[in-house]
């Protein structure tokens, strides 16, 4: 039988990682992401970490050190490195106790932060909080900007969804469904200044919420379940955009309405 790492373990752990970071001076600092204060009180915890880099140029080089840092830290257990794109890169390492280990390096201008749920590890030179100091007056542009890259997408995963229906294509329909559920919850999430991408710090939005998001979940793979599945999930999606508007003075619910109608 496995036995999960405990909380301690799981700080010893961050405490070693984090320091290895602090001797490299290519790194500008750390943020800890979804524990604040680093402080692990459940036994599920993961380690989260932000890695910035204060020059673009050099992640590519840092990130294939650093992977090859790691894998000879955690040998013989699990570790998934990709580059997303040239501003994200990602290594993921899962060890037997089923500790998990998310480390992503950015530079220093090219990361936003949603939410309470981390704290600056440490920062060497003062540039992270200078920057997020900025972050912080411009927060409400930002939300805006990525409640309008949303509403410019989640037409399709709609139309995408009935079209599947139509088609007898019902596991692609809830295919298309789980990506309006996932635009839905990350609207929800900037409502409620909870970075909710994949399904993250579900615990910190509202009960009610939950409980309406649980039944959004179709109970079989029908067109009638489906279906009744999308409805709910579109009324969750209209209240939290109708809020939004009125905040940002957007009329992207209007417009979604409208489309439907048309549909």
């Known amino acids: 039988m496995t036995v999960l790492f405990t909380p301690q373990q799981r700080q010893d752990i961050y405490e070693t990682v984090l320091g290895q970071f602090k001797d490299d001076d290519r790194i500008t600092g750390i943020l800890t992401i979804g524990s604040a204060d680093a402080v692990f009180v459940d036994d599920a915890d993961g380690i989260d970490l932000l890695v910035i880099i204060e020059k673009p140029s050099i992640i590519d080089i840092v990130f294939t050190l650093w992977v090859k840092r790691l894998e000879d830290m ?3 257990e699990m570790l998934f490195h990709t580059i997303i794109n040239e501003d994200l890169h990602i290594v993921n390492i899962l060890l037997n106790n089923y500790l998990q ?11 936003n932060l ?15 909080s200078d920057y997020l100091d900025k972050r912080m007056m411009t927060r409400d542009r930002y939300l805006q900007m990525q409640y309008e890259d949303h509403m410019r997408a989640i037409w399709y995963p709609v139309v995408g969804c009935v079209r599947e229906i139509k088609r007898q294509n019902l596991w692609k329909a809830i295919a298309e469904l789980e990506i309006l559920r ?9 409502r ?11 615990s910190f939005m509202p009960e009610m919420f939950l409980v309406q998001l649980r039944h959004t979940l179709p109970t079989a793979v029908t067109p009638t379940a489906i279906r009744r599945s999308l409805k709910i999930t579109l009324g969750m999606l209209f209240t939290e955009t109708e ?8 009329n992207y619910t209007q417009q979604l309405a409208n489309n439907l109608i048309s549909a």
Do not use: P
Not at 182 to 187: D, G, L, Y
């Open 243 to 250: 809020i939004l508007d009125q905040h940002f003075d957007t």
């Open 182 to 190: 996932k635009h839905m919850v990350e609207i929800a999430g900037l």
């Open 114 to 128: 949603v939410g309470s749920d981390w704290c600056v590890a440490f920062d060497r030179k003062g540039l992270i």
């Open 74 to 76: 955690f040998a013989n």
């Open 101 to 111: 280990i998310s480390v992503q390096f950015r530079s220093v201008n090219r990361f």
């Open 192 to 202: 409620h200044l909870e970075y909710t991408q994949d399904y993250r710090n579900m």
